[in-house]
């Protein structure tokens, strides 16, 4: 192998415990390897050090430094979790929401900056827990603590905190949902609780509780759509066919949850054509992805599906909001790469090329590329302080797609270029100071 080969593409397909055998056996045998890595290890701690002293000087700030300080600490944790460290991060993510929950019902957050913070605050928290699980009563407790009696505080999904709760600590959990749901009182505690209860249902696998749960609303679309998918997940075909024909019925008589174990192939057959005429009235890809869940349990599908996509590529031609239609579609069929094409081809809306472009940035970063510039584009002219503040966090993604395709020669004629445009917006650039996003000299006439 030639001594010019970049190595990189090959690096990065390996996952994180090969390249740290790799980098480990190196640095047994290079000494100045190992005593960089030694260090690098120690600058850990003194990450954490620093983030701790931001969130104690915090407090006292405004709520727009307030809000730069905190940034500064999650990404501190989040750089830490990305490299795999093997500190306990749990206590500094804790008090980072634990803090950032107080100051929510302190100041008037209408911006909404501070409560955006908090929900990523919430799920680094999750994936520290995840690495180093704390006591899991005490975790429970805290979620508990958050759900029901915290203000304003961020929403908890039990799914992210589950591997860590474990069964001690989601039997925790359900203890206190079934003694609140006992007291048959309105209100939001009462709310929190039927929602809690439907978490648990769904990490528990408990199926049978789970349709029951959803059956007991009122019946909307979303909501059926949940229930079949819940079904056939759990190989439960006949039933997932009945409900979807019972709720295209538009009969409320016929929308109470009754569970039809073994299907009889009329049944079968009158499901999959209700399913069809529904999607022939109104072609989106909830009602594409109903059709095919009920044609593939009555053996269908192959002959439906060409017909069904043909109809959704025909509307996508119709503009942003029919070509999202069939990307979803195609989204739900495992088929990104399709996806992206028909995204590109018929002009879906920006929202979803960022939302596709975020999917393919690990293994296509040239293609994210144009996508994320359209994108601080459009926050730039959304002239908002947090819309200025999510355009530098672009920013920064734009620098690290750029150093990945190694055209990290064109980010700085982009961002001296973006910077002329819009440099009477002094909000703009100070958010990008803060990115910690340097800002080019301009040129010497």
Not at 93 to 120: F, H, K, N, P
Not at 139 to 155: H, K, M, N, Q
Not at 166 to 183: F, N, P
Not at 318 to 346: I, K, M, Q
Request: contains cysteine.
């Amino acid at each position: 192998m030639s001594s010019t080969t970049d190595l990189r593409p090959y690096l990065r397909t390996l996952d994180a415990e090969t390249l740290a055998e790799l980098l480990y056996a190196q640095a047994e045998r290079d000494p100045e390897l190992r005593r960089s890595l030694e260090l690098r290890s120690t600058t850990q701690g003194g990450d954490v050090a620093e983030a701790h002293r931001l969130l104690d000087t915090a407090v006292e700030a405004g709520n727009y430094e307030y809000a730069a300080k905190v940034g500064s600490v999650l990404d501190t944790l989040q750089r830490l979790l990305d490299a795999g460290s093997r500190a306990d991060l749990a206590p500094l993510a804790r008090r980072t929401v634990d803090d950032i929950s107080e100051m929510l019902e302190r100041i008037d957050d209408s911006s909404g900056e501070v409560g955006d913070q908090a929900e990523r605050a919430v799920e680094l928290y999750a994936r520290a827990c995840v690495a180093h699980p704390p006591d899991a009563e005490r975790l429970a407790d805290w979620i508990l603590e958050v759900e029901f009696d915290g203000t304003g505080r961020p929403v908890i999904e039990l799914a992210d905190f589950a591997a860590a709760l474990g069964d001690t600590g989601l039997l925790r959990v359900k203890s206190t949902v079934d003694k609140v749901l006992a007291e048959d009182a309105p209100g939001a505690r009462r709310e929190v609780a039927q929602r809690l209860q439907e978490e648990l249902a769904e990490v528990s696998g408990d199926v049978d509780a789970l349709v029951a749960i959803l059956s007991a609303k009122p019946p909307r679309v979303d909501v059926s759509l949940k229930i079949v998918r819940v079904l056939r997940a759990a190989g439960r075909h006949g039933e997932a066919i009945a409900h979807a024909a019972r709720a295209l019925t538009h009969d409320k008589e016929r929308c109470l949850p009754v569970v039809v174990r073994v299907p009889r192939p009329r049944l079968v057959d009158d499901g999959v054509s209700r399913l069809r005429e529904e999607f022939d009235r109104l072609p989106c890809h909830e009602t594409y992805v109903a059709l095919r869940d009920g044609a593939t349990a009555a053996g269908q599908w192959p002959s439906q599906r060409k017909d069904a996509l043909a109809r959704l590529r025909e509307r996508a031609a119709e503009g942003p909001v029919e070509a999202g239609e069939l990307v979803r579609a195609l989204l739900a069929e495992d088929r990104p790469d399709d996806a992206w094409r028909a995204c590109t081809r018929f002009g879906a809306s920006l929202a979803l090329r960022v939302e596709l472009a975020e999917a393919r940035a690990a293994e296509h970063p040239a293609e994210a590329i144009p996508v994320y510039r359209d994108h601080v584009d459009e926050l730039i002219g959304q002239k908002a302080p947090n819309s200025y503040a999510e355009a530098a966090k672009n920013l920064r993604k734009l620098r690290t797609l750029h150093k990945r395709t190694d055209t990290t020669e064109e980010f700085g004629p982009y961002l001296s270029a973006l910077v002329e445009t819009h440099k009477r917006k002094t909000r703009l650039i100070a958010e990008v100071r803060a990115a910690r996003i340097a800002i080019p000299k301009p040129a010497r006439a």
